[in-house]
């Protein structure tokens, strides 16, 4: 049983930082991308960045120049580094991942994180 449990959300004001954790667990043979999710209330869950097994990556222009994603690839985990956060960023971020487990690979995405943004 494969699991993704995220970390580190909470209340920021404006301009603040925040840095989300996401650990993999369980019978693990490998892991191809980690990303990030966000989704506001009445929105649709958007991309936010991902990260190759490589360490290519990519990031919502919203967030590009202020967001830094990262892997730690013997850990098992991917994070998201959040600076200048402002109220548009509020949301419940969610890690996926694609992980070879047993017999294939499938995605997997962890419970949440509440991220909110407010002075």
């Known amino acids: 049983q494969v699991q993704l449990v995220e970390s580190g959300g909470g209340l920021v004001r404006p301009g603040g930082s925040l840095r989300l954790s996401c650990r993999a667990s369980?019978?693990?043979?490998?892991?191809?991308?980690m990303g990030w999710y966000r989704q506001a209330p009445g929105k649709q869950r958007e991309l936010v960045a991902q990260i190759t097994g490589g360490g290519s990556t990519t990031y919502a222009d919203s967030v590009k120049g202020r967001f830094t994603i990262s892997r730690d690839n013997a850990k098992n985990t991917v994070s998201l580094q959040m600076n200048s956060l402002n109220p548009e960023d509020t949301a419940v971020y969610y890690c996926?991942?694609?992980?070879?487990?047993?017999?294939?690979?499938?995605?997997?995405w962890g419970q949440g994180t509440q991220v909110t943004v407010s002075s």
């Open positions: 996926n991942s694609r992980i070879w487990a047993g017999a294939g690979a499938n995605y997997y």
């Open positions: 369980g019978t693990i043979v490998s892991i191809d991308y």
